[in-house]
């Protein structure tokens, strides 16, 4: 009987802590399957794609450094009721460091320096994970058409492309997919000002010409747009 008990009190807290988001690294979620097609890695198709955006909501497909983009999971613009192919109930989500094609868990692990993810206060139902570093996840697991959160790009130049993923539960006993996208960085172009190559010659009141007297140019200036 108490062996009974403690199995029902660890199923009671496991179900309560997944219908509040996850709080670890996981490949694959501890309930339902994968959907057809999909796998740790990848999915053939997914109808809960991820998208890198500007904060007023414009799609982009490259990153300038030290900037904020809003990282949104699923249907945004999607209205209506819900259905297995509309909306979903949990997930979790993440960012690393490369162009990356590996698990949840391994891309996890090359977050540090991917930039930073953080909650965006549009998203009430988004916290961020304890246990695993830069990580999101639900806070509760009411459907939903879509996710987000703020992400900010490495501060350096030349850090390169990441790559998002995400694990997305549709119902407890229902299928799972799995979410990627890869970002290439775009580094501006330099803005520069060419220096100038005239003089200026002053000439004296019996005609005579003075001593030329160069005309003092900036040095070249190079601009990177934030």
Known sequence: MKLFSLICSIFAATAAAYSSGVDTCMDT???????????PTSCSTNPYPLSLRTLSGTVVSSYQAYTNYSIVLGNPAATGGCTATTCFRGFIMNVGLGNLTGTYTSISSLSTNAGFMRLDSADTNVRQMTSCPNGLTHKTNGYVHSHKGIWTSPPNVGSGSVTFKAVIVITQGGVNYVSSLTVPETIPSPS???????VSVSISPNGGIGTPTPTISPTSSYTITQ
């Open 192 to 198: 520069m000002t060419p220096r100038p190559t005239l």
């Open 29 to 39: 979620p501890n309930h339902g399957s994968w959907a057809a097609g999909c796998s």
